[in-house]
């Protein structure tokens, strides 16, 4: 399952349907572009509660993947805690791979 994700979010971030880091997602959703959220499962309790309390006040969804190093990677980072999906297929085919567990 992981290594499919993370072949969405290579392929989401070279389509530019991809934004990462706190104060771009942070924009992303006051804008109402995000439509996923992707959160670190390393990243602080801070972070997380931060990002749960966006998702129920917008309605954007939230999911835990990876570590901060595999998130990074995506991004050519050394880490990356949170990132945010506003392309609709790619969050659409991400949400599924992780409900269908597969």
Known sequence: MDERIK??????????????GDKMVRRAIERGRARLVVVARDASAHTQRTFLFFSRR???P????GSKDQLGQ???????????????NFSRGILGIMQRGD
């Not at 939230?62 to 993947?65: D, G, K, L, R, Y």
């Open 74 to 88: 995506v991004f050519n980072r050394s880490s990356c805690a949170v990132a945010a999906i506003t392309d609709e």
């Open 62 to 65: 939230v999911v835990n993947f």
């Open 7 to 20: 072949q969405m979010l290579f392929l989401a971030r070279r389509a530019g349907g991809i934004v990462a």
């Open 58 to 60: 917008t309605g954007v």
